[in-house]
C-alpha cells in the first residue's frame, strides 16, 4: 500500500443550511475511514459559504468545531463565480499546511451533496493503482420529482457518456486532484459554470491523467434549478420541462447498471 497523503476537502456553499450538516457528516465520516485505513495522514475540511443570507456558516462552523478533524469556515462575498470560489477555498487551505514532505490531494464537493464512507479511501487507493493525477467520479440524484419520461432520458444521457475503462462525465462535486497537478494548471478557472469539466480539460491537456471509475458515488441534490446556472440543476430542469403534465416519482435508480 501507498504511503498516507494529507488532503484537504473543500466544500462551496451558498444558502444551504439544510443541507451541511449531512454534506460535512458525511466528509468526517470519510475521513475517519481513510485514516482508520492508514490512507490519510492529516486532513483538514473547509467550507466556503459563498454570499450566504442563512445559517449555513454557523451551522458548519458548530459542526466541524465539534467533529474529529480539523476544519476551517470563512464567508466569501467577493468571489464572483463558483471557479473563484472552489480556488480561492483550496488556495486558503492550502495556506493551513506546514511544509510536510507527504503527497497532498485537494477533494471537492458540493454542499448539497453526501459522499460515501470510502469516498476518499477508494479514490486514492485507485489514484495510486493507476499512476492517475485526478479521479472524476459519478453523482447519484437525491429527491428528484421527475417523470419516469424524464428519469429515463437522464440515464440515457449517463449511459452515453459510459465507456470501457470508465466515462465521460465531470462533476465538481466528485473531483478529487493531486495537489501538485492542482497547481501546475493553474487551479480551476474564474468561470460562472463548467469550472470542473475546464480544470480537467486542463489538466488533461498538461499530460496529467485523469481517471474516471464508476465508484465511489456521490449523491447531489436533484433540486431544480440548481445554485448554478447552467448546471446539473438547469438540466435537470430542462428534462422535467419535455415531459410536462406526466406524474412525478423519485424512487427510479439513477445510477447507470453496469455489468
Same mark, same amino acid.
Do not use: K
Given at each position: 500500500?501507498?504511503?498516507?497523503?494529507?488532503?484537504?476537502?473543500?466544500?462551496?456553499?451558498?444558502?444551504?443550511?439544510?443541507?451541511?450538516?449531512?454534506?460535512?457528516?458525511?466528509?468526517?465520516?470519510?475521513?475517519?475511514?481513510?485514516?482508520?485505513?492508514?490512507?490519510?495522514?492529516?486532513?483538514?475540511?473547509?467550507?466556503?459559504?459563498?454570499?450566504?443570507?442563512?445559517?449555513?456558516?454557523?451551522?458548519?462552523?458548530?459542526?466541524?468545531?465539534?467533529?474529529?478533524?480539523?476544519?476551517?469556515?470563512?464567508?466569501?462575498?467577493?468571489?464572483?463565480?463558483? &471557479?473563484?470560489?472552489?480556488?480561492?477555498?483550496?488556495?486558503?487551505?492550502?495556506?493551513?499546511?506546514?511544509? &510536510?514532505?507527504?503527497?497532498?490531494?485537494?477533494?471537492?464537493?458540493?454542499?448539497?451533496?453526501?459522499?460515501?464512507?470510502?469516498?476518499?479511501?477508494?479514490?486514492?487507493?485507485?489514484?495510486?493503482?493507476?499512476?492517475?493525477?485526478?479521479?472524476?467520479?459519478?453523482?447519484?440524484?437525491?429527491?428528484?420529482?421527475?417523470?419516469?419520461?424524464?428519469?429515463?432520458?437522464?440515464?440515457?444521457?449517463?449511459?452515453?457518456?459510459?465507456?470501457?475503462?470508465?466515462?465521460?462525465?465531470?462533476?465538481?462535486?466528485?473531483?478529487?486532484?493531486?495537489?501538485?497537478?492542482?497547481?501546475?494548471? &493553474?487551479?480551476?478557472?474564474?468561470?460562472?459554470?463548467?469550472?470542473?469539466?475546464?480544470?480537467?480539460?486542463?489538466?488533461?491537456?498538461?499530460?496529467?491523467?485523469?481517471?474516471?471509475?464508476?465508484?465511489?458515488?456521490?449523491?447531489?441534490?436533484?433540486?431544480?434549478?440548481?445554485?448554478?446556472?447552467?448546471?446539473?440543476?438547469?438540466?435537470?430542469?430542462?428534462?422535467?420541462?419535455?415531459?410536462?403534465?406526466?406524474?412525478?416519482?423519485?424512487?427510479?435508480?439513477?445510477?447507470?447498471?453496469?455489468?
Amino acid at each position: 500500500m501507498a504511503s498516507p497523503v494529507d488532503v484537504l476537502v473543500a466544500v462551496p456553499a451558498h444558502d444551504e443550511q439544510d443541507h451541511i450538516d449531512a454534506c460535512l457528516n458525511s466528509v468526517v465520516e470519510a475521513v475517519a475511514r481513510a485514516r482508520a485505513e492508514g490512507v490519510v495522514a492529516d486532513a483538514v475540511v473547509g467550507v466556503a459559504a459563498h454570499r450566504c443570507s442563512d445559517r449555513t456558516a454557523a451551522l458548519a462552523g458548530r459542526l466541524l468545531a465539534e467533529s474529529s478533524v480539523e476544519g476551517a469556515v470563512w464567508e466569501d462575498w467577493t468571489s464572483e463565480t463558483v &471557479g473563484e470560489v472552489r480556488d480561492r477555498a483550496i488556495r486558503r487551505l492550502t495556506g493551513r499546511w506546514g511544509s &510536510g514532505q507527504r503527497q497532498r490531494w485537494v477533494f471537492n464537493t458540493d454542499a448539497d451533496s453526501i459522499a460515501p464512507v470510502d469516498w476518499i479511501t477508494t479514490c486514492l487507493r485507485l489514484a495510486h493503482a493507476s499512476g492517475s493525477s485526478a479521479v472524476a467520479g459519478l453523482v447519484e440524484l437525491l429527491d428528484w420529482e421527475a417523470s419516469p419520461q424524464a428519469r429515463h432520458d437522464y440515464r440515457r444521457i449517463l449511459a452515453s457518456g459510459l465507456h470501457t475503462t470508465g466515462h465521460t462525465h465531470v462533476y465538481g462535486a466528485n473531483l478529487a486532484i493531486r495537489m501538485d497537478a492542482y497547481a501546475a494548471v &493553474g487551479g480551476f478557472p474564474a468561470v460562472l459554470h463548467g469550472e470542473d469539466q475546464a480544470i480537467v480539460q486542463r489538466l488533461r491537456r498538461a499530460g496529467h491523467p485523469v481517471l474516471t471509475p464508476l465508484q465511489p458515488v456521490v449523491r447531489t441534490s436533484g433540486r431544480m434549478p440548481g445554485r448554478a446556472s447552467h448546471g446539473l440543476g438547469a438540466l435537470l430542469q430542462t428534462l422535467v420541462g419535455q415531459h410536462v403534465g406526466q406524474t412525478a416519482v423519485t424512487d427510479l435508480p439513477l445510477v447507470p447498471e453496469t455489468t
